[in-house]
């Protein structure tokens, strides 16, 4: 399967933490995407890290692949309450379809 | 950033009745578009890519002839869901690829559906 895998699945810190979601994969990419959902709305594009890339930063967010591991993480520092979401991988092998992972929900208490 | 809206947000309706929802690009035009599956705390499942001016490709498993999509112009995608069941209550998304190489996508805010 090209999904990605997230883990955790859930997870729940406190505002002013560091949130680190990590996301496995199988097979070849050309790139990988972060994209964050708030409860029932469409999704945002985080950032983008390509295959031939090790470390991505944007804000506070920090994004690393590892091909040999086939895994990336996704580090969000200093959270806040307006954090709270889900957050996806989404595997991009060649072609313009996107392949999702089954997420990871962010809860950020204030 | 690339703005794409759907409509309606939410319906509610009665089994067997069909039900469409738009998809449109707002400040930007896109020859294909895709429209997703999301059941509740899932992941986002693509059903098909929809294509201005020629047919849609459907997703393994997906009926084509339940799921009807329309791609009319370079800014408009319709999902027809046709003789709508329970089971087909969902939150449906759509998303279009940025310029460039396409590689990123944007997604509408989704529509939620139930089927009565």
């Known amino acids: 399967s090209q999904q990605g895998e997230e883990d955790p699945q859930a997870l729940s810190i406190q505002e002013g933490e560091n949130a680190t979601m990590n996301c496995s994969y199988k097979t070849s990419i050309n790139n990988l995407q972060w994209y964050r959902q708030n409860s029932g709305r469409g999704l945002v594009h985080l950032i983008l890290?390509?295959?031939?890339?090790r470390e991505k930063h944007s804000g506070r967010l920090r994004v690393t692949l590892d091909t040999s591991k086939k895994s990336s993480s996704l580090l969000i520092t200093a959270s806040r309450a307006a954090d709270t979401a889900s957050y996806f991988c989404a595997l991009n092998s060649g072609y313009s379809t996107l392949t999702f992972g089954k997420g990871t929900m962010l809860l950020v208490s204030p | 950033g690339a703005v794409v809206s759907q409509h309606p947000s939410r319906v509610i309706c009665k089994s067997g009745t069909s039900v469409k929802i738009e998809c449109r690009s707002l400040?930007?035009?896109?020859?294909?578009m895709f429209w997703y599956r999301q059941f509740p705390k899932q992941s986002l499942m693509l059903m098909a890519t929809?294509?201005?001016?020629?047919?849609?490709?459907?997703e393994q498993g997906v009926e084509k002839d339940k799921f009807l999509i329309n791609h009319a112009s370079l800014t408009l995608s319709t999902l027809t869901v046709t003789s709508a069941h329970p089971e087909d209550s969902s939150f449906y998304i759509c998303?279009?690829?940025?310029?460039?190489?396409?590689?990123?996508?944007?997604f509408g805010p989704g529509t939620r559906l139930l089927v009565l």
């Open positions: 998303s279009a690829p940025g310029t460039g190489f396409m590689e990123t996508q944007y």
């Open positions: 400040d930007f035009q896109a020859t294909t």
């Open positions: 890290i390509r295959s031939n890339e």
């Open positions: 929809s294509n201005e001016g020629s047919k849609a490709t459907y």
